[in-house]
């Protein structure tokens, strides 16, 4: 089992940045490729980017591309999204999920269905 805790949500202006910290804790975190999704309300969830086991290799939706940037420390267990020039249309419930990987430390995915565990989620809002 693995249990995932988002925090670094909030309220901000457009045009503005948050950083998102998901913390793991059980399995080896290193195990784990990490991914972080979003639901904006009435829509369904959707990637947002992903970064493989070994922290090497990493994957944008194309909403986000140049503009977020995700990160993990496996010293400390936790993935991280620096989100930066944010736009209302960002404005949405924002999880991490984990993906085990052990022994394909490139490994991405954006599909839904390859993930094994998922956090609380953390609410993102962002006024115009």
């Known amino acids: 089992q693995v249990l995932l805790v988002e925090s670094g949500g909030g309220l901000v202006q457009a045009g503005g940045s948050l950083r998102l910290s998901c913390e793991a804790s059980?399995?080896?975190?290193?195990?784990?490729?990490m991914g972080w999704f979003r639901q904006a309300p009435g829509k369904e969830r959707e990637f947002v980017a992903a970064?493989?086991?070994?922290?090497?290799?990493?994957d944008y939706a194309d909403s986000v591309k140049g503009r977020f940037t995700i990160a993990r420390d496996n010293a400390k267990n936790t993935v991280y999204l620096q989100m930066n020039s944010l736009k209302p249309e960002d404005t949405a419930v924002y999880y991490c999920?984990?993906?085990?990987?052990?022994?394909?430390?490139?490994?991405?995915?954006?599909?839904?269905?390859?993930?094994?565990?998922w956090g609380q989620g953390t609410q993102v809002t962002v006024s115009s």
């Open positions: 999920a984990a993906d085990f990987s052990l022994g394909r430390p490139g490994r991405t995915t954006g599909q839904e269905y390859e993930y094994d565990y």
């Open positions: 970064v493989s086991s070994s922290g090497d290799n990493t």
């Open positions: 059980g399995r080896p975190f290193k195990f784990y490729a």
